[in-house]
């Protein structure tokens, strides 16, 4: 697979036909759909690839059951295709999960709209196998007993139990690699990721986009990339962009609304996913996510008003969380100083606070702005490909697309490396990381630690493993010591110590 190879000079000195920025899920899916219809793109990210929202989501691919309540048949099938695009072309990263959800009740949580909607779900996911591997393949849902949803959840709270729905959406075991991959097939097909690129101005002539003026950010030095069509996918800077390279579009991001998961120092309470309600009242339904056999809880939420590089969610927040974890599962018991690692991103809400239902595009040339830039913000990890697919299309709609068959050959991704939720760094690892410290752009530890692999997930083994990675960097003693500090600092913050 194709090597990522920082080479500003060289880039330097070509002219683009697409210039995208931002490289989190939606940058990275839009240099995936220019690459494969041979549009030579370059993508500029200011930190490292996928390192900002996109690191922090919940590692799962949903089908889209929530969309039946209001019945968006669109928005459904829309994440059961895409679901089974990640399925199918990822299988080493991409796991079918099973997802169970307590049935207590009364209005949409009883047990009949619960069969019925189950029924729906694989209705109108008919095709979500075909073409799928068999070990990948999703099974169909069912309303379980309250014997066997004990069995399976032995922590449920069995008061006024009605038994639980049952049912499959995906899980991204590893999602770092997943996200190397796509880029990797994207150099394949000729085009060019930068990591620590700024993009700091747009260029224009005769109000046409002519350039971009950047800062690398690792020397400071002024460069200009020539193109002729410019993307903002910068995430929840999107809007900041857009003001500056034309003028401001609220409905990029009207509203930020913050939304974490915490990983905790526990092993998860079931095989399955689960959806539960705390007791108190307030009626939001919390995921826990048994990802490598760990507690993972998601999501948070609440509506912030600045946007920074190091999204912190307040003590009294975390706090309210755990208190909501305690409610929804009688003695769990679980504690703050079991956090192990908080995720948290900023995404797009409606005025009323609301997480938006549809991504936004523009394009600036409609309102005046200059010819050949756009816009773009996004909502779910899920539909990123779709989204990305949609706007390429319509800028280039003379550009035909190779087909994914021939892109992803139907073989695994041989630079494939995966960890256990426990797994130490040993020989083998070793190596393996070697090849993607030289051929993934790794320019600090912490790329290599959060960002390549999932070793970062478990912080602990990360900190106890960080001095076998030193041989994989051929730098002087000051900058080692640096990269490890500064690693080591991001981890044990994570770990919230
Ligand atoms: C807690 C949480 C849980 C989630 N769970 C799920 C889930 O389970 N399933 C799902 O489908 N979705 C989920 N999501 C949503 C999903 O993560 C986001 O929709 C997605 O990651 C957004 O990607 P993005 O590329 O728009 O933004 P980002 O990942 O933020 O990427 C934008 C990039 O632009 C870069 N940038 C900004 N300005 C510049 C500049 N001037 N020059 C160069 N680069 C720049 C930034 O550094 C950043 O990397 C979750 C989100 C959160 C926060």
Redesign the pocket.
């Known amino acids: 697979m194709g090597k990522i190879i920082r080479d500003i000079g060289k880039a330097e000195k070509e002219n683009f036909e697409l210039i995208i920025?931002?490289?989190?899920?939606?940058?990275i899916m839009l240099l995936l759909e220019a690459s494969r219809r041979n549009i030579k793109t370059l993508l500029?990210?200011?930190?490292d690839f996928?390192?900002?929202?996109?690191l922090?989501?919940?590692?799962?691919?949903?089908g889209g059951l929530r969309y039946l309540q209001s019945l968006d048949l669109v928005r459904f099938r829309e994440s059961v295709n895409e679901r089974k695009w990640f399925v199918k072309y990822f299988p080493e990263y991409v796991s079918p999960m099973s997802c169970l959800m307590p049935i207590y009740g009364n209005g949409l949580k009883r047990n009949s709209v619960m069969r019925g909607a189950l029924m729906l779900n694989d209705i109108f996911s008919f095709n979500r196998n075909i073409g799928i591997t068999e070990n990948k393949k999703l099974p169909g849902g069912k309303i379980l007993s309250n014997k066997k949803t004990a069995k399976m959840f032995e922590g449920v709270d069995t008061k006024g139990l009605k038994g639980s729905a049952l049912w499959f959406d995906a899980n991204i075991e590893e999602f770092q690699r997943l996200i190397m991959s796509v880029l990797r097939k994207s150099v394949d097909l000729g085009s060019v990721p930068l990591n620590y690129?700024?993009?700091k101005e747009l260029k224009t002539e005769n109000n046409k986009v002519k350039s971009v003026k950047c800062v690398d950010v690792e020397s400071g030095k002024e460069i200009t990339f020539s193109g002729d069509v410019v993307i903002n996918?910068?995430?929840?800077?999107s809007r900041e962009?857009s003001t500056k390279f034309d003028k401001d579009f609220p409905e990029l991001f009207k509203k930020n609304l913050m939304?974490?998961?915490i990983l905790f120092d526990r092993k998860a309470l079931s095989d399955c996913a689960m959806g539960l309600t705390p007791k108190r009242g307030h009626g939001h339904t919390y995921f826990f996510h048994p990802w490598k056999g760990r507690l993972l809880v998601?999501?948070g939420e609440i509506v912030v008003e600045d946007i920074k590089n190091d999204v912190k969610v307040p003590e009294e927040e975390i706090d309210k969380f755990i208190d909501d974890m305690n409610s929804a599962i009688p003695g769990i018991n679980l504690k703050k100083k079991e956090i192990l690692k908080i995720?948290?991103?900023i995404?797009p809400a409606t005025k009323s606070g609301k997480l938006s239902k549809k991504p936004a595009t523009i394009d600036h040339s409609a309102t005046g702005g200059p010819e050949g830039l756009y816009s773009i913000?996004?909502?779910?990890?899920?539909t990123?490909r779709l989204v990305a697919e949609k706007t390429i299309k319509k800028i280039f709609p003379d550009k035909k697309p190779a087909g994914y068959e021939s892109i992803f050959n139907g073989k695994e991704d041989t630079e494939n490396i995966t960890f256990e939720y426990d797994e130490i760094v040993n020989e083998k690892s070793i190596n393996k990381l070697k090849k993607i410290v030289e051929d993934e752009s790794v320019l600090h530890l912490s790329d290599l630690v959060l960002r390549r692999t999932s070793l970062g997930e478990n912080p602990k083994r990360a900190l106890d493993s960080i001095d076998k990675l030193k041989t994989l960097f051929k730098k002087e003693i000051a900058w080692w010591e640096k990269e490890k500090t500064e690693t080591e600092k991001l981890l044990k913050v994570e770990a919230g110590s």
Not at 50 to 54: E, M, N, S
């Open positions: 920025t931002g490289g989190g899920i939606y940058g500029l990210e200011k930190n996928g390192g900002a929202t996109t922090n989501h919940l590692k799962t691919v949903h690129v700024e993009v996918a910068g995430g929840p800077w962009i939304l974490w998961n998601g999501t995720y948290a991103g995404l913000s996004g909502v779910k990890f899920t990123s």
